[in-house]
Nanobody, 122 residues
Framework: QVHLVESGGGLVQAGGSLRLSCAASGRTMRIYHMGWFRQAPGKDRDIVAAISKSAASTYYPDSVKGRFTISRDDGKNTVYLQMNSLKPEDTAVYYC???????????????WGQGTQVTVSS
C-alpha cells in the first residue's frame, strides 16, 4: 500500500499563493489516481482537485476552478496542488488521497495522508 505525506501548508494573506506537495512511498504512485481534499472545522471533507493515473484527466469543483492546479510527477512519486488567488474561505486542512479507481467518495478511498494546514488571512 502507498504511504502519503503532505507538506507545504502554512499561513498566507488573501490573494497569495501556496504550493502543496504530497510525497508517496511504499508503492509507485503511477498505479493510482490522485486527489486533494480539504476539511474546515465543522464542515465536510470535500474534494478540491483530482488527476488521473495518466494525467490526461483532471477535475476541479467550481469553488476552486481557475485558481487551483493539480499536477503529478511520477518520477518523483509526488503530486502537487498549486493554489493561487487564495481566499479566507480556502482555510482548511488539506489532505492528499490515492485511489485505484476514478471515484472520489471519501469513504472508499485507498489511502489518505495526514493533512497539512492552510490558513488564509483577510
Amino acid at each position: 500500500q502507498v504511504h502519503l505525506v503532505e507538506s507545504g501548508g502554512g499561513l498566507v494573506q488573501a490573494g497569495g499563493s501556496l504550493r502543496l506537495s504530497c510525497a508517496a512511498s511504499g508503492r509507485t504512485m503511477r498505479i493510482y489516481h490522485m486527489g486533494w481534499f480539504r476539511q474546515a472545522p465543522g464542515k465536510d471533507r470535500d474534494i478540491v482537485a483530482a488527476i488521473s493515473k495518466s494525467a490526461a484527466s483532471t477535475y476541479y469543483p467550481d469553488s476552486v476552478k481557475g485558481r487551483f492546479t493539480i499536477s503529478r510527477d511520477d518520477g518523483k512519486n509526488t503530486v502537487y496542488l498549486q493554489m493561487n488567488s487564495l481566499k479566507p474561505e480556502d482555510t482548511a486542512v488539506y489532505y492528499c488521497a490515492a485511489n485505484s479507481v476514478w471515484n472520489w467518495n471519501i469513504y472508499g478511498l485507498d489511502t489518505w495522508g495526514q493533512g497539512t494546514q492552510v490558513t488564509v488571512s483577510s
